[in-house]
């Protein structure tokens, strides 16, 4: 596991709109050297269903109001994992016990970790 020492300034919107909702355990991962899809994952915990969807609302409103959309958006209505794709950033708003479940922080070990 790599830290990198510093937030990557372009996140911070991103970063931002997560907080807002009282998102936990915020994670970036930056992903760019290890697949093309995305060039960074931002991971975060709700406590239940309903903050977890709460969060997710909240994210893209207040990303809206900046002009930044999402390309698309899964999971809203279950409130358990929900994905919204930004491009070049994917956020992962998870309900705590599925975070832990998947666990997808293992699965990227060797992407660079920024924790807020």
């Not at 020492?5 to 992903?31: C, G, Q, R, T, Y």
């Not at 903050?51 to 698309?72: H, M, N, R, Y």
């Amino acid at each position: 596991m790599t830290l990198s020492p510093e937030p990557d300034p372009s996140l911070e919107l991103f970063i931002k709109a997560v907080s807002e909702k009282k998102a936990s355990d915020i994670v970036s991962l930056d992903i760019r050297d290890l697949i093309s899809i995305a060039d960074t994952f931002i991971i975060c915990t709700g406590n239940s269903n309903r903050q977890v969807t709460a969060i997710a609302e909240s994210i893209c409103f207040d990303l809206k109001q900046q002009g930044i959309k999402p390309l698309s958006m899964e999971g809203l209505k279950e409130g358990h994992w929900v994905i919204i794709d930004y491009g070049n950033v994917i956020i992962h708003v998870f309900y705590e016990p599925v975070r832990k479940f998947y666990d997808i922080e293992s699965l990227w070990a060797d992407a660079k970790k920024t924790f807020y």
